[in-house]
């Protein structure tokens, strides 16, 4: 018998999966697919308080995600890092007076230690000015954080396995039958096998699919609805020579993130369109590849077109519905429901965003606290995640110290480790003195050390898995590569 069955291997599931089980809770989670499949690896990849709310008057929002902030980043360094942001003025949009009480607020509105304030600058004398265009001549620049957003997924499930939890990908709910004091789940794995369960409590954490779950595979009727956002993003060659962000504003009042990525690529994004389609198979348009092109090139001296899109995502927000008709003014905070007015208790969760998701499931505990026994002390907040006991989270004395430890390794090499795996880097090095060492280089900068260590420590297991959620190498993949890739995985 568990305590706790959750369902769904998104950041909210995982994240409550680690919370409970480091609570000394009996925990299962099983996710349909692999673990960050769907929404949880095709966002912004930002840890950010989400300066736009502002105007929409979401203060408590935007300040619980601005002291997640550095949390996260003392968490987990290597994934999770400190990036600047620069907002060119352009003055029909919005009136310097209003950005200026707006970043202030930002500054302000929770206590900052990692992450430098915000400032004015002119262009003709910041690196940042060099690729747009000469008519912006002042903006602003502010702090938030990047994060390697799937990978963040997965290193929540492996501590939660650490805590004794069961993480199941690739296995799907499909039924579940309410008692008194238990609900009975048939699983079913990706070999077709079917497997009885029990617990004490379901926790809905299926994200787009939360509410067709409570009807229909939890027969357990709600008047909750979700309005599902789609959010589009482009990756297109590095389109400038510096570590800085773009933040820039539309007529429309959405904002579009330009991104430094993968050293080589520019992340462009997002849209917001209202998605009534299969949340499994969402994939960006022509319409919106235009409208992040337009956009860009509104304000880069380069332009770009759809045809330098090297590769494109695009994933469904399952957002609360409200009265706003705009999706971008839909709240992105969350509401967590707790039912056990029937028989065994169900938890769900609607809405929220990666940045919060681990406040969420310290709610998502004290729900949970009325219904199961359990220690009541909240511990997340201060224990780093798997790889991020990094001294001082100092991630550049940590490569340094690395580089000292394995002088053999490729410097570009073990600083990619570094940051994928922080300190878990050593697992799958030991006892390794040469390239060679490494094994076959399956794809480029590829080798059977890191993909044997993925199948076995981070439940990967097929090359969509490797290339693109818990790597980006499928930037640099061909077909032949990944068809290489695929055959190795089968043997």
């Known amino acids: ?66 002291q997640e902030r550095e949390v996260l980043m003392r968490a987990a360094p290597h994934i999770i890092w400190p990036l600047r942001f620069i907002m060119p003025h352009v003055s029909h949009l919005r009136p310097k007076w209003m950005i200026r009480a707006g970043l202030f607020l930002y500054d302000n509105l929770a206590k900052r230690t990692l992450l430098a304030g915000s400032n004015s600058i002119k262009f003709a004398k910041h690196t940042a000015g060099k690729p747009l265009k000469k008519s912006f001549k002042d903006g602003f620049e502010y702090s938030d954080g990047w994060v390697y957003d799937a990978r963040l997924v997965v290193l ?51 994200g787009p699919w939360a509410v067709e779950l409570l009807e229909h595979r939890l027969q357990t009727p709600t008047k909750r609805a979700l309005r599902q956002i789609k959010g589009s993003h482009i990756i297109v060659r590095k389109m400038f020579d510096h ?35 299969d949340v499994a198979n969402v994939s960006i348009s022509a319409q919106e590849t235009d409208y992040l092109c337009t956009l860009v090139n509104e304000y880069f001296e380069t332009s770009i077109a ?94 340094l110290a690395q580089q000292a430890q394995y002088s053999w390794l490729d410097s570009k090499l ?37 993909i044997n260590y993925l199948r076995e420590h981070e439940w990967a297991s097929c090359e969509q898995d490797i290339l693109w959620r818990r790597t980006k190498l499928g930037l640099y993949a061909t077909p032949d590569d990944v068809s290489r890739l695929s055959d190795y995985l089968r043997n």
């Open 156 to 206: 929540n499930a492996m501590d939660a396995r650490e805590h004794g939890a069961q993480i199941w990908p690739h296995t799907q709910l499909i039924s579940a039958q309410r008692h008194s004091d238990h609900w009975a789940a048939t699983l079913r794995n990706s070999q077709g096998q079917t497997i009885e369960v029990a617990a004490k409590v379901v926790v809905n954490a299926a």
């Open 1 to 66: 018998m568990y305590d706790l069955l959750i369902i769904g291997g998104g950041i909210n599931g995982v994240g409550i999966a680690r919370d409970a089980a480091g609570r000394g809770l009996k925990v299962l989670l099983c996710e349909q697919h692999d673990l960050a499949q769907h929404t949880s690896s095709n966002s912004s990849k930002l840890i950010h308080g989400g300066l736009r709310y502002l105007e929409y008057y979401e203060f408590g929002l935007v300040r619980k995600a601005l």
């Open 414 to 450: 073990l600083r990619r480790f570094a940051r994928l795996y922080g300190t878990r880097m050593h697992v799958f090095l030991a006892q390794k003195n040469q390239m060679a060492d490494l094994g076959e280089m399956i794809c480029p900068n590829l080798y059977a050390a890191e």
């Open 243 to 277: 570590p800085y962000a773009y933040i820039f504003q539309n007529k429309d009042n959405r904002i579009v993130f330009v991104i430094p990525y993968e050293d080589d690529f520019t992340l462009i994004g997002t849209t917001d369109i209202e998605y009534t389609g």
């Open 306 to 399: 759809p045809s330098d899109v090297v590769s494109s995502y695009a994933g469904v927000r399952p957002l609360l519905a409200d009265e706003h008709g705009n999706p971008a003014e839909v709240t992105r905070d969350y509401q967590l429901i707790l039912d056990n007015d029937n028989g065994a208790p169900v938890l769900s969760i609607f809405g929220g965003k990666i940045t919060t998701y681990r406040r969420l499931a310290e709610d998502a505990m004290t729900e949970l606290a009325r219904v199961l026994p359990m220690s009541e002390t909240a511990w997340t907040a201060h224990k780093p995640l798997p790889g991020g006991d990094i001294a001082n989270a100092d991630f550049e004395a940590f490569v």
